[in-house]
């Protein structure tokens, strides 16, 4: 997912929280705060896997937050042009308009919106 993710989380199942987010998620950037708002306020930055070791040798305490940051796109994991071409047809057999089918790839492909919306146009 390539978005922001925030969770609650008490003191009890941080850990067991933090190894079930590292193996389903992978080891991104988290900040963890707690006791936000109140006197003994406190933020940890960094990967989940520094914050689990962190946090098994200080004993957790107070309610915390979660704030873990979206997968990044990588070069890689740009669509070929094929697998793209396909994914156009598809949305126009379900009659959406070239806007709606650029907005709704771009996201997904790791392609430009304007890149998509010339190509939709030329199958048209």
């Known amino acids: 997912m390539p978005y922001t993710l925030i969770f609650l989380e008490s003191p009890h199942r941080l850990l067991d929280s933090l190894e079930d987010i590292l193996e389903t998620l992978g080891d ?3 900040c963890i705060a707690r006791e936000m708002t109140k006197l ?4 940890f930055r960094g990967n989940i ?6 946090f ?13 940051a979206g997968k990044k796109k990588e070069e890689n994991e740009t669509w070929a042009e094929e697998e793209l071409l396909k994914a156009i047809k598809q949305a126009l057999k ?8 650029s907005a709704e790839l771009a996201e997904s492909s790791g392609w430009n919106k304007k890149e998509i919306y010339n190509l939709v146009n030329k199958i048209k």
Do not use: C, N
């Open 49 to 54: 896997s520094e914050a689990f070791a962190y």
């Open 56 to 68: 098994k040798s200080k004993q957790p305490r107070g309610e915390f937050t979660l704030v873990i």
């Open 40 to 43: 003994y306020e406190e933020y």
């Open 28 to 30: 991104r950037q988290i």
């Open 94 to 101: 379900k009659d959406k308009s070239a806007k709606e089918i």
